[in-house]
């Protein structure tokens, strides 16, 4: 697993944090950068006598990105808000708290997890989108149980299970879906 918060004693644990914030929503500051630049280079470019009209389309072109990426930021939130995941290498075993209930089994116990991420992500290429980082796991339990782990809780959620029990679903938009 990539990123561990709270490395101890052999264990991983992993809860939403603020620096998990960051890491998935920090694109959307280069968007409100160039939002904020855009009037600036319209004025210089066309002249000032159409400054409010420069001012309005870089504010929608900025809502444009950023009321997309808020609905999957709060998406993710609710999702696992007061989770906590924990690994354990050592013993190949995952224990969830979710909504006060707590859930352990071995890696074996999986039966396969479905990975949601954006077609950037990926492919490991460039992210055109503030929300190309974000991604969701589902993993599902050969008992029939379920988990979403979101990017909020475990930025990047690579187990060492075999890569066919890992199955990739590509979106443009990865938002969680409740079934």
């Known amino acids: ?35 904020f630049i855009l009037p600036f280079y319209m004025i210089n470019r066309f002249g000032s006598g159409d400054t409010w009209i420069f001012v309005l389309l870089s504010a929608a072109l900025f809502l444009f990105f950023f009321v997309p990426q808020l609905i999957l930021h709060i998406n993710y939130f609710m999702k696992n808000r007061c989770d906590i995941f924990f690994y354990y290498p050592v013993g190949q075993r995952v224990t969830i708290n979710h909504k006060g209930e707590s859930t352990s089994f071995l890696l074996s116990d999986i039966e396969r997890i479905k990975r949601f991420k954006s077609f950037p992500l990926a492919e490991n290429r460039m992210q055109w989108f503030p929300w190309d980082n974000y991604n969701y796991s589902i993993i599902q339990l050969k008992n029939g149980e379920e988990f979403t782990i979101t990017s909020l809780l475990v930025p990047n959620m690579e187990l060492p299970i075999d890569s066919g029990r890992v199955e990739l679903k590509k979106r443009f938009y990865p938002i969680v879906r409740d079934a």
Do not use: A
């Open 1 to 35: 697993m990539v990123g561990d918060q709270g490395k101890l004693k052999g264990m991983y644990t992993y809860k939403i944090s603020f620096e998990y914030h960051f890491q998935n929503s920090w694109p959307i500051l280069i968007y409100f950068i160039g939002s």
